[in-house]
Protein backbone atom coordinates (compact mmCIF):
# COMPACT_ATOMS: atom_id res chain seq x y z
CA UNK A 1 0.00 0.00 0.00
CA UNK A 2 0.83 3.51 -0.91
CA UNK A 3 -0.33 6.59 0.11
CA UNK A 4 0.46 10.19 -1.83
CA UNK A 5 -0.48 13.71 -1.07
CA UNK A 6 -1.26 16.09 -3.60
CA UNK A 7 -2.21 19.86 -3.61
CA UNK A 8 -5.62 18.68 -3.21
CA UNK A 9 -5.76 14.71 -2.26
CA UNK A 10 -4.59 11.84 -0.90
CA UNK A 11 -4.01 8.41 -3.06
CA UNK A 12 -4.04 5.67 -1.55
CA UNK A 13 -2.64 2.66 -3.90
CA UNK A 14 -3.59 -1.13 -2.70
CA UNK A 15 -2.05 -4.37 -4.36
CA UNK A 16 -4.15 -5.94 -6.73
CA UNK A 17 -4.43 -9.35 -4.50
CA UNK A 18 -6.70 -7.42 -2.03
CA UNK A 19 -10.51 -8.70 -2.29
CA UNK A 20 -13.35 -6.22 -2.97
CA UNK A 21 -14.99 -6.81 -0.31
CA UNK A 22 -11.79 -6.03 2.04
CA UNK A 23 -11.79 -3.01 0.07
CA UNK A 24 -15.50 -2.01 0.23
CA UNK A 25 -15.32 -2.53 4.80
CA UNK A 26 -12.25 -0.24 4.38
CA UNK A 27 -13.88 2.28 2.01
CA UNK A 28 -17.00 1.95 4.89
CA UNK A 29 -14.88 2.03 7.74
CA UNK A 30 -12.53 5.98 6.21
CA UNK A 31 -16.52 6.71 5.16
CA UNK A 32 -17.74 6.10 9.30
CA UNK A 33 -14.47 8.22 10.44
CA UNK A 34 -15.29 11.20 8.04
CA UNK A 35 -18.75 11.26 8.71
CA UNK A 36 -18.53 11.10 12.95
CA UNK A 37 -15.01 13.04 13.16
CA UNK A 38 -16.90 16.20 14.84
CA UNK A 39 -19.24 14.36 17.21
CA UNK A 40 -18.93 13.64 20.56
CA UNK A 41 -21.59 11.49 22.84
CA UNK A 42 -21.74 10.59 26.25
CA UNK A 43 -20.70 6.45 26.96
CA UNK A 44 -24.17 5.89 28.70
CA UNK A 45 -25.85 7.49 25.13
CA UNK A 46 -24.01 4.65 23.38
CA UNK A 47 -24.47 1.91 25.71
CA UNK A 48 -28.22 2.69 25.55
CA UNK A 49 -28.43 2.67 21.64
CA UNK A 50 -26.64 -0.68 22.26
CA UNK A 51 -28.87 -2.36 24.54
CA UNK A 52 -31.69 -1.05 22.80
CA UNK A 53 -30.32 -2.44 19.32
CA UNK A 54 -29.89 -6.12 20.98
CA UNK A 55 -33.54 -6.19 22.46
CA UNK A 56 -34.60 -5.28 19.20
CA UNK A 57 -33.05 -7.73 17.61
CA UNK A 58 -33.89 -10.61 19.70
CA UNK A 59 -37.57 -9.75 19.73
CA UNK A 60 -37.47 -10.23 15.50
CA UNK A 61 -34.47 -12.66 15.31
CA UNK A 62 -35.15 -15.43 18.37
CA UNK A 63 -37.77 -17.92 16.91
CA UNK A 64 -34.65 -18.44 15.01
CA UNK A 65 -32.41 -19.98 17.41
Known amino acids: MTIERTA???LI???FFI???RMQD???YLRYKELTA???VAQAE???L????NRNWWQ???LKF
Open 8 to 10: SEF
Open 38 to 40: NYS
Open 46 to 48: VDS
Open 13 to 15: RFP
Open 50 to 53: SQSI
Open 26 to 28: MVD
Open 60 to 62: KNQ
Open 19 to 21: SAE
